[in-house]
């Protein structure tokens, strides 16, 4: 009985070492404080394409299908579109429903946190708690740039998955689990880069068979001819795995901020993190694989060439880097017991309100002023205006799904924005245009739009202007 009470009361039994304090911090601010204070930020509602996305998922929850044409513009009501993110869209759309923007904050949250819990996992075999903290503050800094409750942020953590998967297998001179391809099923469902599945397996299975002398060749052939029919297994067949290449031959994609050429002035952080990342390499004298250098050679290439794909490379080489500084690895503390925390965070994330500020993504008091007559009338409006009409129930001009409405309708668009009034009224003319909703910052064009006499100022903020018309418009 003594011994037993003894052993109950025996303080050195619950006392956690100063390693084991520092580990579980760490792990606490990695792994559930940082992704849920990115998730509270309004900068997740950033853009206007948050807003259509979730009108897209309660279209075809109402509906039960996935759309073929356009169901919200008038510019375009009928036009084919390829609903290629229609996963995501019902994912952010079930949690708006469930619980408004604090919902969609709570899926942002919960993939985030998946995808600290990948790279951790992955990382800490190559690493100690320094390594790992220096690893997870580069990605995250480079990502902190594309933090959206859009489909792309979805993806993080099946990527990352994917390629740490792929990694694992190759170092254990096998091919992946054949189950590992469900994720290409999901990922091709959720966004539409999954082309970078193939290229990081084939860069993966490059290394692997080099390792092998190629006599693992057989497995990797049929797993990669696996990944590929994984991919066509999308809601839009033929046409979803074309839809990718099919954009990257817009004309219009470098008058879309996302899509332009990279630069300093841009994203400084991808700089920054990019220098340090080539220093410590040279300095450590790290060599790579061929496949892994390859890999990471044509995604820089792929985010020097457009901003939006520094995030790709930012979680690759997050995952490939660190095991190549040849230093211990962190096999404590553990990290199932932060699963629970993970769910809980994400779980209060999703019950603590949270509004969106008033800005061109979210333009609520703007939208509010539209008289109830104007709602269901033509609108020109603002690019980014048109994600929140659509998920007001006010059909737009155009909006985010630029690709959809095509080279010419979207150079027209840009004449009209820069001020072309002969544009702007061909416009009127042609859609019958009988309010326009425009942000502030394109003020030349509401100057000479109101200098008409056509067309008068019913409502102003700090954000937009909304105009109605008064006389049909005069030829210029």
Known sequence: ????????????????SREDLAGTALLMLLLV?????????????????VSWHIAAGRWMLQHRAIPTVDPFSF???????????????????????????????????????????????????????IGIALTIAAMDAVLGAFLLARPHLLVWPIMAAWTAILL??????????????LLLVVWTNVHASFPLAIVIAGAIALDALIAAKWRTL?????????????????????????QPF?????????????????????????????????????WRGVKLPIGQLLLLLVLLGLAFKQVRHQEWLAIVAALILPAHFHSEGWPKPGIKPFLLLAVAAVAVRMAV???????????????????????SQPVLNGYSFGGPLI???????????????????????VEITDGNIAAFNRAVQRYDIRWTMLPVSEKELIERIEASGEWRRIYSDDVGVIDVRISRPQRH
């Not at 708006?96 to 075999?125: C, D, E, N, P, T």
């Not at 998920?391 to 668009?413: H, N, S, T, V």
């Open 1 to 16: 009985m003594n011994r037993a009470l003894a052993l109950l009361f025996d303080r050195s039994r619950y006392e956690l």
């Open 75 to 129: 510019t375009a009501a009928g036009k084919p579109w390829i609903a290629m993110e229609w996963l995501a869209d019902l994912l952010y759309s079930g949690a708006f429903s469930l619980a408004g923007h604090a919902g969609v904050a709570g899926i942002v949250a919960a993939a985030l946190i998946g995808l600290q819990v990948i790279v951790f996992s992955h990382v800490r075999r190559s690493v100690g708690p």
């Open 218 to 242: 057989p497995q990797w052939t049929m797993f990669l001819a696996l990944c590929v029919l994984a991919l066509l297994l999308n809601a839009n067949g033929i046409r979803g795995v074309l």
């Open 246 to 282: 099919h954009i990257t031959e817009l004309n219009m994609l470098p008058m879309i901020k996302e899509w332009q050429p990279s630069s300093p002035a841009l994203t400084p952080q991808f700089y920054g993190v990019l220098l340090l990342a080539v220093g410590l390499l040279l």
């Open 353 to 375: 309100p949270i509004v969106p500020s008033e800005t061109n993504a979210d333009p609520t008091r703007l939208i509010g002023a539209v008289p109830t007559q104007l709602r």
């Open 391 to 413: 998920l007001a129930g006010i059909r737009p001009y155009i909006d985010g799904r630029a690709e959809m409405y095509g080279d010419a309708f979207f150079a027209d668009y």
């Open 33 to 49: 404080a940082l992704p849920v204070a990115f998730a509270s930020t309004g900068k997740i509602f950033g853009d206007g394409d």
């Open 168 to 181: 694992r297998a190759a170092e254990a001179g096998k091919t992946p689990p054949w189950w590992s391809v």
